[in-house]
């Protein structure tokens, strides 16, 4: 497993991959849910790239960036014996030199749940997401279907900037108790962390009464709202019942839809959804 931080080394190891490359992209602090997608990449491409990058520009002013989880060792230990051909590390510098200005930025898609809660995060996600397309020029590109929003934005700049690749989405690894892998559940106390579940139960609770007949989008959003209320450490940030596509909030169910939350628990704030249809 080759490992470069440069440009320079990224391009010259890139070079000499020929054939099919996966490429995935994470912040780093790997979990079950990352090693998923790899082994997923792996299965599907000749060769593997990922990427571990913190990305500051998609952090807001009120996010704390020092604080996100790292542990290179412990991530590069982990993908060594998934067979991953090149870890790219770059620094902050190689990413954003000095004077930085070109922004990439995906419009209505950006605007509701998480782009609401989170002003600028997806324009930071989508430029950096489009910079390690650019320089790693993969085949297929992997996602989690845990950041729904995030996949449908790229999915998006893919298309309209023509990028000559294949988005991979694949579904939410769950701990056996249904938390979505994250990793921010690192900063769950005991209690946070038992009470976390009441994400995955409120969404299984919506998804009944749709598996059951239901289609009013407001009911399925009280659902949820009424299952979260039952425990108190949870704090709703929003509750979505939204057009899978457009992501926009939906009044009857009518096609594929998007069951989706953010919670605080405690400090700590999780997402996870459930696609219906
Ligand atoms: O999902 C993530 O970990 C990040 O948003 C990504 C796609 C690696 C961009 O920094």
Same mark, same amino acid.
């Given at each position: 497993m080759n490992t470069v931080s440069s440009l320079f080394d990224l391009r010259a190891a890139r070079l000499s991959l020929n054939g099919t490359v996966g490429l995935v992209p994470t912040m780093g602090y790997l979990h079950e849910g990352h090693l998923s997608l790899v082994s997923r990449a792996k299965a599907e491409n000749k060769h593997v790239i990922v990427t571990i990058f913190v990305n500051p520009t998609q952090f807001g002013a009120n996010e704390d960036l020092s604080k996100y989880p790292r542990d290179l060792e412990r991530d590069l230990s982990l993908l060594r014996p998934l067979g991953v051909d090149l870890v790219w590390m770059p620094t902050a510098e190689v990413m954003y030199p000095s004077g930085y200005q070109t922004w990439v930025e995906v419009d209505? *898609?950006?605007?509701? *749940?998480e782009g609401a809660m989170r002003p600028g995060h997806f324009r930071g996600v989508t430029t950096v997401v489009a910079k390690f397309f650019n320089a790693t020029q993969p085949t297929k590109a992997y996602f989690g279907q845990k950041d729904a929003q995030q996949a449908a934005v790229i999915r998006r700049m893919v298309t309209d900037l023509n990028f000559p690749l294949e988005m991979v989405i694949c579904p939410t690894t769950r701990e056996a108790d249904g938390l979505a892998m994250s990793s921010r559940n690192k900063y769950l106390n005991e209690a946070e962390r038992k009470a976390a579940t009441v994400l995955f139960r409120s969404l299984s609770g919506a998804k009944a009464l749709y598996e059951g007949g239901e289609r009013n989008a407001e009911t399925l959003r009280e659902k949820m709202k009424a299952v979260l209320a039952t425990e108190p450490l949870a704090q709703i940030q929003y509750v979505s019942c939204a057009d899978y596509d457009s992501l926009a909030e939906l009044e009857i169910i009518t096609g594929k839809a998007l069951l989706s939350m953010a919670v605080f628990m405690g400090k700590t704030r999780l997402i996870d959804n459930f696609v219906l249809g």
């Open positions: 209505a *898609l950006t605007s509701p *749940l």
